[in-house]
């Protein structure tokens, strides 16, 4: 099965700062990566597809890119409603692996 | 709108049996792939198992494979997760998620508790 990293696993952050979290794969995945957002209490979320696409009606200050073995999602400007876990997802091949997720917390 | 909701959850012994069930509303169900997604208290996500769209594929996790069934009945909009063989390995909110083309869970339910416990 396909590895999926990311780092870091937790980070602290402001309103108004450029966050950036990272999802490395154990081999080539094209651009196969999905990531998501996780409020306490809440189903997932889907915020980009593909590795860069951006599912309808998900801000645009949210961001995806990477191919290959190395993904980034950025939040260009965080917001007071951004802070959540966020799990890249590999869906390459089976079996679909998820990240360990990144904690983004004030 | 897209609702799904699941149902079936609870308690059970170790070696107990659950069937889980995901009612599909507001797509046409037949259209989509189907996804069972769990989460165990305090941890990550963990895909469990895959139906396709045409019925004609399934996948399952190693974690689960020859335990548990993934089926559909497209008549009730309704997706299920026969849970045979529950260890406490098996406690988690299950979710389950849509497939369309290369959007993978585009949306999910609320989740259903699953405790696995003597």
């Known amino acids: 099965a396909i590895q999926m990293t990311q780092s870091p696993s937790s980070l602290s952050a402001s309103v108004g700062d450029r966050v950036t979290i990272t999802c490395r794969a154990s081999q080539g995945i094209r651009n196969d990566v999905d990531w998501y957002q996780q409020k306490p209490g809440e189903a997932p979320k889907l915020l980009i597809y593909a590795a860069s696409t951006l599912q309808s009606g998900v801000p645009s200050r949210f961001s995806g890119s990477g191919s290959g073995t190395d993904f980034t999602l950025t939040i260009s400007s965080l917001q007071p409603e951004d802070f959540a876990t966020y799990y890249c997802?590999?869906?390459?091949?089976?079996?679909?692996?998820f990240g360990p997720g990144t904690k983004v917390d004030i | 709108q897209v609702h799904l909701v699941e149902s079936g959850g609870g308690m059970v012994p170790p070696g107990g049996s659950l069937r889980l069930s995901c009612v599909a509303s507001g797509f046409i169900f037949s259209d989509y792939g189907m996804h069972w997604v769990r989460q165990a208290p305090g941890r990550g996500l963990e895909w469990v198992t895959f139906?396709?769209?045409?019925?004609?594929?399934?996948h399952y996790a190693d974690s689960v494979k020859g335990r548990f069934t993934i089926s559909r009945d497209i008549s009730k909009n309704t997706l299920y997760l026969q849970m045979n063989g529950l260890t406490t390995e098996d406690t988690a909110l299950y979710y389950c998620a849509r497939q369309f083309g290369r959007l993978t869970f585009d949306s999910w339910g609320q989740g259903t508790q699953v405790t696995v416990s003597s």
């Open positions: 139906l396709r769209y045409d019925g004609s594929t399934i």
């Open positions: 997802l590999q869906d390459y091949n089976y079996p679909f692996t």
